[in-house]
């Protein structure tokens, strides 16, 4: 069973970068085809994909957040992590790592605000 857990601050000021470690366990990120995302849904709205990390390191992002998003991955410690620079209020939502659309970890709540 792959379980995956999000971590990181809860609270971020304007302007800062936004920093977020999904760490999975059952299973390896290195393992091919897998695609390990990470989604938000901020509040009142639908799920927005961020972007993706495939199992070789390779990274796709959504072409509205290209700009501002970065993920990377940490092999030995079987974990992936996004940072989203230049935050503002509008990217106060709940923040999910997955695997595919299988599995998902339950969310961290990420608050931007002064």
């Known amino acids: 069973q792959v379980q995956l857990q999000e971590s990181g601050p809860g609270l971020v000021k304007p302007s800062q970068t936004l920093s977020l470690t999904c760490t999975v366990s059952?299973?390896?990120?290195?393992?091919?085809?897998?695609?390990w995302s990470w989604i938000r849904q901020p509040p009142g709205k639908g799920l927005e994909w961020m972007g993706v990390?495939?199992?070789?390191?390779?990274?796709y992002y959504s072409p509205s957040l290209k700009s501002r998003t970065s993920i990377s991955r940490d092999t030995s410690k079987n974990q992936f992590s996004l940072q989203l620079s230049s935050v503002t209020p509008e990217d106060t939502a709940v923040y999910y790592c997955?695997?595919?659309?299988?599995?998902w970890g339950q969310g961290t709540q990420v608050t931007v605000s002064s």
């Open positions: 059952g299973g390896s990120i290195t393992t091919s085809y897998y695609a």
């Open positions: 997955a695997r595919e659309d299988e599995y």
């Open positions: 990390i495939a199992y070789d390191g390779s990274t």
